[in-house]
Nanobody
Framework: QVDLVESGGGTVQAGGSLILSCAASADTYKDYCMAWFRQTPGKEREGVAFISAKGYTGYSDSVKGRFTISEDKGKSTLLLHMSSLEPDDTAMYYC???????????????????????WGQGTQVTVSS
């Protein structure tokens, strides 16, 4: 069973834009706090952006001002709008979730890979110079 499915990756020139999507089942989406991570070969996955249950968002310093995380709860879909892309943004991008507890909160840090309970399979983004 695949719970998180990313799409929207591809190859784009520096300065361009892409929108990544992460589709989930309704049950999965309501039970998890969602985020985007990325990974390049030989490096650990790094948190890129997260969104809280109340819609608060956070970003890594490397993407702040260029990326925007959003969601369509009705479609159980997480989005990542990426603009002003740079070659250093080239990576596999992963949708990720931390499971909510019975009180509706998620433990751990939203952009710490060790606190993630559920991963998508990833979508590749390549930015050419």
């Amino acid at each position: 069973q695949v719970d998180l499915v990313e799409s929207g990756g591809g190859t784009v020139q520096a300065g361009g834009s892409l929108i990544l999507s992460c589709a989930a089942s309704a049950d999965t989406y309501k039970d998890y706090c969602m985020a985007w991570f990325r990974q390049t070969p030989g490096k650990e996955r790094e948190g890129v952006a997260f969104i809280s249950a109340k819609g608060y968002t956070g970003y890594s310093d490397s993407v702040k001002g260029r990326f925007t995380i959003s969601e369509d709860k009705g479609k159980s879909t997480l989005l990542l709008h990426m603009s002003s892309l740079e070659p250093d943004d080239t990576a596999m991008y992963y949708c990720a979730g931390r499971r909510r507890n019975r009180y509706g909160y998620c433990a751990g840090s939203p952009m710490n890979q060790q606190d993630i309970d559920l991963w998508g399979q990833g979508t590749q983004v390549t930015v050419s110079s």
